[in-house]
């Protein structure tokens, strides 16, 4: 076994495959993509290459930055979500009654698919017949909002469902890694007289830290790219209120016929989740883990 | 020891999986090609890609099965495969297997603006020959020319469609209303329905065309028929006063809660249920919907016996006409130009297309687009009453969407939904219909 997994080319064999399948459905797609960028193509005739046009018409495209604008909003939210998430996982983790069904009850959403959510939330925020307004009109609220119909409102309520979405899973990763801390640190810490708080602060929390860095990075890129449910719910409307980098993409690629400009905020998309991470790994680095042992 | 040859068996198992897998993919392909290059006689397969799956469309969904079945038996060299796909799933496929050149031999197309980066991609083969053959004179007239550019036609019609306001003759009793002549008459029917706590117009316009429906046809009333098309088709100008007028009242009727509460996140089928649970008085929709309200078992019969329709009344001072009416021919066949099979597969969109005529109409309700003797089928009295209509019609224009080149016509649809929204002026809204059809493209 030992000799089997030394051989270089032995290695070089087992990754061969996984390194093709990698190459040829997420690096090179990624080049092409670039490429189209370049080109003024509808999808299905000739190209025509273009250089730099499609690049630079984003800069000076308005619903493109409104769009970019959307999902640096959504992404903000979702970071400052995974507090919440985090308190949440705290007293989960914390030994409470019930918590085994809290953790399957927050884990549903997540297991639910992206369609079948919508189709939820859209009854939810129907503007007659939804709960939601049903709700707020025997609350005593005379004309309640069409939720999904207003443009100022639209976004935030897309964030709902989409945070809730989500919520689970974030929980879960953070309830793992506070369930790995070992129950004698905080044992010892309350001999000492720490109360629940610091016990939180000083123990848990630096010891989940590089658990929250992970989580950071995958909710603003995740967030950044996001398209489903927001493409379900109100498909970027209305007049384009809700519309996000992805959905935009979308648009223009497949319902304008304009792929190379497609392509070209597909790539934009792409250099701007990877700047992004780097940057959250910038500000995030730190030089040495903590580590109680 | 044991291990490790193990490990070497796997190894080896996972590549041949993966060869496999690639062998199976090329060799179906390369037999496929193989027999369809056949000459007469030998086993030829069409391939056929269409929209009707059984779920959403059964009654259409049953009579391909019932045509492709009967066009089997007469000829037996050749099989017919199928692939059904739902609407939107079906466009993106198109795109995608027209980019790798792959499309099936017989497929499902739009017309016009839709057709003609397929056509210009030299993708879809001209079926005038078969206009001239046994389907000559069987069109109705000015469904076919919606298929064709330079004066070839691409594709033949299945289905033609008009768009009526549907009304539920039920509450208008209720509130003593009057089907409207003119304008006026509808804005006060919509004030009354308001005041009763009725919603007038159900319209779903996160859709978008649906919106488009109600401004075409105020621009065709107050404008005319062809001052409309002329800006549709980049010879006028949608900056023109009739037009913007038009516009103008788009805005005034939202202003007057004349459309259900919260229209523009609301989908059409979400709009068609309020219409369909009576809180809805009116809609405004193509005669495909007719069958939910002649035939269709799983709406309640007393529903569907209170549907009535009336024409887009006149407006005072336009220039429309009252018969004309915003349509246009719903979907149609194309034959890959790139086909293996072309005759043969010719030769099956010809018989489709006869055979689509009759059965459509009983199996199916919806309205084809070849001529049908109607008179010995006992049919709805809804469904022969605008069938009657449509042969009435002094003019029709095509549904803007679908007349428009793809990226202009997204402005459109972009540029209702913010009309109706009222995050743009009529006069914005003009400028930008004519900025993106003089783009042109």
Known sequence: MDKVLSNKKIIALYVLPSLLLILAIVYIPIVLTAYYGLNEWNGIGAMTFVGLDNYLALFKDETFWNSAWHSLLLAVFSGMSLLLYLIVAMVLAARIKGAQLFRKIYLIPMLLSSVAIAQLWLKIYHPTNGVLNSILESLGFANPPAWLA?????????????????????????????????????????????????????????????????????AVVGSLKYFDLIFVMTDGGPNGASEVMASYMYHEAFRAYDFGYGSAIGFFLLVICLAVTWVIRKLTASKDTIQYS | MFKKKGLMLLLAFCLVLVAAGCGTNSNESSSGSKETAGESGEQVTINFMHLWPEGVSAGQNKIVNQIIKAYQDEHTNVTIKQEVLDNEQYKNKLKVLSASNKLPDVGVTWAAGFLQPYVEGKLFTPVDDLLSGELNGKFVSGTTEAYAIDGKT???????????????????????????????????????????????????????????????????????????????????????????????????????????????????????????????????????????????????????????????????????????WVGGPGVGLFVSENSAVKAEAKAFVEYFVTQWGEQAVTGAGVIPATKVDTSSMELPQLYIDLFNEMNQASSITLFADVQMQASAAETHLNMIQALFGKAVTPEKFSEEHDKAISEGK
């Open chain 2, 154 to 324: 691409y594709a033949l019609p299945l289905e033609f469609n008009i768009a009526p306001v549907y009304y539920n003759k039920s509450l208008f009793e209720k509130y003593k209303l009057e089907i409207p002549q003119t304008y006026e008459e509808l804005k006060a029917i919509a004030k009354t329905l308001s005041e009763n706590g009725i919603a007038p117009i159900a319209l779903g316009n996160k859709d978008r065309w649906t919106g488009s429906l109600w401004y075409m046809y105020l621009a065709d009333r107050i404008a005319g028929q062809q001052t409309l098309s002329g800006a549709i088709n980049g010879e006028g100008a949608f900056t023109d006063e009739g037009l913007l007028q038009a516009a103008t009242e788009v805005q005034t009727l939202v202003d007057s809660n004349a459309f259900v509460k919260g229209f523009n996140g609301l989908s059409n089928e979400e709009a068609k249920s309020e219409f369909l649970n009576g809180k809805a008085a009116m809609y405004m929709m193509g005669t495909w919907e007719l069958p939910n309200f002649t035939t269709n078992e799983d709406i309640p019969k007393e529903f569907r016996d209170s549907v009535g329709f009336f024409k887009f009344p006149k407006v005072e001072g336009g220039k429309g006409d009252i018969n004309s």
């Open chain 1, 150 to 218: 207003e443009s100022s409102l639209v976004l935030f309520a897309l964030f709902i469902p989409i945070l809730w979405q989500y919520a689970g899973f974030y929980i879960l990763i953070y309830y793992a890694a506070l369930k790995n801390i070992p129950a004698s640190l905080e044992e010892a810490a309350r001999i000492d007289g720490a109360n629940a708080l610091q016990i939180a602060w000083k123990i848990k929390l630096p010891l989940v830290m590089e658990v929250i860095k992970v989580t950071i990075v995958l």
